[in-house]
Structure formats: structure tokens, C-alpha cells
């Protein structure tokens, strides 16, 4: 990642959540709304758990917390929020924090952007 990243307004990959909508079988609840939701449900405690682990430089919480972000957001289609987690579960796993203050406050930055996007997506689906 750069420098200068920059949150665009486009945090959630469009085509992903076209591949979870072709998985939609008729009658069921809305596909994208259920794993969205489960999603928003809970991230925030992964979140904290990566922001927490930062705070106290501890590279396994770190290491654990960013691991399992990085697997449900690429699953809801947020691909940069999946590799600024994949980025952290590195840093924690070698044990090297050195930037991971910064990099935690890009992966929060665009977790909120993808909080907002995805929810209107799954208010769009409802």
C-alpha cells in the first residue's frame, strides 16, 4: 500500500457480491443481506481486536485478529480492507510492528467506508 492511500468510495467489489447473488436460491432470504449482515455483526470486535493488539504491540492477537478479518472481508467482497488485514497478520506473525499503528488506522479508515457501502447494499437487497 502507499503512502497516500485514500479511501475511493468503491471498498466493496462489486462482482463478488454478484458471485454470492448467483448462489441465491428462490424463496430464501437474500443472500447478500444475510452475509452482509453477519458481517457488520461481527467485524467491529475483529476491529477492535486489531486496533487493541496494535495498542499493547501484541503481534499474536495481531496476528490471529487480522487473519480472520482478512477471510470474511474478502468473502463480502472488500478486497482492500482483506489485504490491509493480510498486510497486519504479516506483521504480527513475523513479529515485526514497526508501521502497524498507521497501517491499523488505514484498515480502520476503510473498514468504515465498507461498513457504509455494504450497508446500503443490503439495504438495496431488502
Excluded: C, W
Aim: hydrophobic share 40%; no cysteine.
Amino acid at each position: 500500500m502507499t503512502e497516500g492511500y485514500e479511501v475511493s468510495g468503491n471498498a466493496l467489489d462489486r462482482s463478488v457480491l454478484a458471485s454470492l447473488r448467483e448462489l441465491q436460491d428462490d424463496g430464501d432470504p437474500d443472500i447478500v443481506a444475510e452475509v452482509g449482515g453477519l458481517f457488520l455483526e461481527h467485524s467491529p470486535q475483529k476491529i477492535a481486536a486489531i486496533l487493541k493488539a496494535v495498542e499493547n504491540g501484541d503481534a499474536k492477537e495481531l496476528q490471529t485478529a487480522a487473519h480472520s478479518l482478512k477471510s470474511s472481508s474478502a468473502y463480502v467482497g472488500a478486497m482492500r480492507l482483506s489485504e490491509l488485514s493480510r498486510e497486519l497478520e504479516i506483521m504480527g506473525r513475523s513479529q515485526v510492528m514497526d508501521g502497524a499503528e498507521e497501517k491499523a488506522e488505514k484498515l480502520n479508515r476503510e473498514y468504515k467506508q465498507v461498513m457504509m457501502e455494504l450497508d446500503a447494499e443490503i439495504q438495496r437487497s431488502n
